[in-house]
């Protein structure tokens, strides 16, 4: 035995599930694709917007029991990662009715505004029809993230080797044998959490696992300087009347990233079928859809000036998370364009199910 757990895929599920493991004693190899800091996969990139605001129950609660564990991330690493520096939602009157209602039953504070209301606080963006404020939203600081997550594992005695994938798994006595481009590891446990290769990791239905089907696409979002006196909070827009919350397949999203400007990613449709032939590039027009929105919606941004970079979803068919175990193999996606607020906490939920834990039956009440 080499190790009590191998983690396949240092992003932002396999980076928290390390730290957590480590802080529980145990030990761990992370095998990541790619060198340290890569830009291949879902979790790069300076920021990510924080909120507690969806329309169902079970991801504001999470989002808030996130809250703490990003807390103790930030002072065991010295860095500050959270900013709860306040989000918007706006757009379908439907919609944020939802949320509204939602985050009330929570007990979570909110404003709702009127579009002018709105505008005459954030004048860099226009608003048609509903508005709501949360102030415990905001934005978290995606690569210091993954970044503190690494070193603390690493700190914590775990084996990071980039550039090294898993080949594919094999059951043994001990567990499962890992096959590498070097000599197999051997471990108690595995957690598969590649992101969009999870697919193409071999030697999962030995262990009786069946992915549900995924949807892979790359995203383009676009950040445009800031005009001078204006500023942006972090903002869903709703602009689709039968979209499900916790998507993003219904207008766009953005935030402002510090040193980047301010942030618009409208949901691609760009399938990737082949990750080994993904290339960076984005397409002009992807940019060309960015400057239309900002146009028509953000006055605030700069539409001559933008720099796109190209990122992966990853989606299930329902767009919630995927989370399982068979025997000694856990997998997880988290996933679907909005797990990234959760990384804390999707690190310890992934630990208890490694461990053997019901989540479900934990304190996070997780639907079945
Ligand atoms: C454009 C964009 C905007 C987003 N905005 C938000 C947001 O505002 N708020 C929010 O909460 N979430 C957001 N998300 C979602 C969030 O970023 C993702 O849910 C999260 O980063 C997924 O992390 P992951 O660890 O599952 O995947 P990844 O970060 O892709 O990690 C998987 C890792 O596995 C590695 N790997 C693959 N195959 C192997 C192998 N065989 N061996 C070893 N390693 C392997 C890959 O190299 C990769 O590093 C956004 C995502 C994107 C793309």
Known sequence: MVADFVIVGGGAAGAATAWHLVSRGHSVVILERYARGHARGSSHGSTRIFRVSYREEIYSRLAGAAIPLWRQLERESGETLLEQSGQLDH????????????????????????????????????????????????????????????????????????????????????????????????????????????????????????????????????????RPGFSFPSYVHHAGTDAVDHTFDYGAYGLESPGEGVKVGLDSMELVPDLSARTLEVSPGAIEAAVDYARQWLPGADTDRATAVSCLFTMTGDSHFLLDRRGPVVVCSPCSGHGFKFTPILGALIADVALGGDPWASEWKLPA
């Open 91 to 226: 757009g379908v009157t439907s919609a944020i009715d939802e949320i509204e209602a939602n985050l009330r039953a929570g007990g979570w504070s909110c404003d709702r505004l009127t579009p002018d209301q709105a505008h005459e606080r954030w004048p860099g963006m226009v608003f048609d029809q509903s508005v709501i404020y949360s102030p415990d939203g905001g934005r978290v600081f995606a690569d210091r993230t993954i970044a503190a997550l690494l070193r603390l594992a690493e700190a914590g005695g775990a084996d990071l080797r980039f550039e090294d994938p898993a080949l594919g798994l094999e059951p043994c006595a001990e567990g499962v044998r890992v096959r590498t481009s070097g000599d197999a590891i051997t471990a108690r446990g595995v957690i598969v959490t590649a992101g969009a290769w999870l697919p193409t990791i071999e030697g999962l239905d030995a262990f009786g696992i069946d992915l549900p089907p995924l949807r892979v696409t790359a995203q383009a979002p676009v950040h445009f300087a800031i």
